[in-house]
């Protein structure tokens, strides 16, 4: 019995572990692209290991060391220019949505915002790939829900090696 049982729980969490990763995958796949503008961060610290710290203009945009202080989780609109650009618009997005605009949803840890993700991982010895970053490429669903895919430069033109 015992073994039955572990059995059916190792095939249910593979099933779920696989439906998140599937779930990752159509995201990545048919998310829109939204770029959000890198917030300006002390270039000695910005490639720290095979990684790059990120912060975002529209985080700085919608949030204050007051507002941080009472917000839970919950979502921006941002509004996109021509070029997918995203700018802070409002919280919430309970309401209709323009064409250009699109929920985005963040998350306070820490007394901190974070869309995603708060870095930008890369290959060891590829540092110098990404100083040039300007903007991080996001695929966001329309629920909100969004995954880094890669970098771009002042002029759009990505980093590294595209995923």
């Known amino acids: 019995m015992r073994s039955v049982l572990l059995i059916v729980t190792t095939f249910l969490l ?4 696989n439906f998140n990763i599937y779930q990752r995958e159509q995201l990545i796949r048919n998310g829109r ?3 959000l ?3 300006p961060v002390d270039p000695r610290s910005l490639m720290q290991g095979d990684y790059m710290a990120l912060r975002f203009k529209v985080a700085t945009q919608a949030f204050t060391s007051k507002n941080l202080k009472t917000l839970n989780d919950g979502y921006l609109v941002v509004t996109l220019d ?11 997005g309970s309401g209709k949505l323009a064409d250009n605009e699109i929920l985005l949803r963040y998350r ?3 007394g901190r915002s ?10 060891e010895g590829h540092a110098k790939d990404y100083e040039n970053a300007r903007f991080g ?7 909100g829900d969004a995954i880094l895919t890669q970098m771009r430069d002042e002029d759009l033109i990505v980093l590294g090696s595209e995923i």
Not at 82 to 92: G, P, Q
Not at 137 to 143: A, I, L, Y
């Open 137 to 143: 490429e996001f695929r966001v669903s329309s629920d």
């Open 82 to 92: 021509e070029r997918n650009v995203a700018s802070f618009n409002r919280f919430d």
């Open 37 to 39: 503008e890198l917030a």
């Open 114 to 123: 974070k869309f995603a993700t708060n870095a930008f991982f890369f290959q």
């Open 14 to 17: 593979l099933v779920a572990v």
């Open 108 to 110: 306070i840890r820490d």
């Open 33 to 35: 692209v939204v770029l």
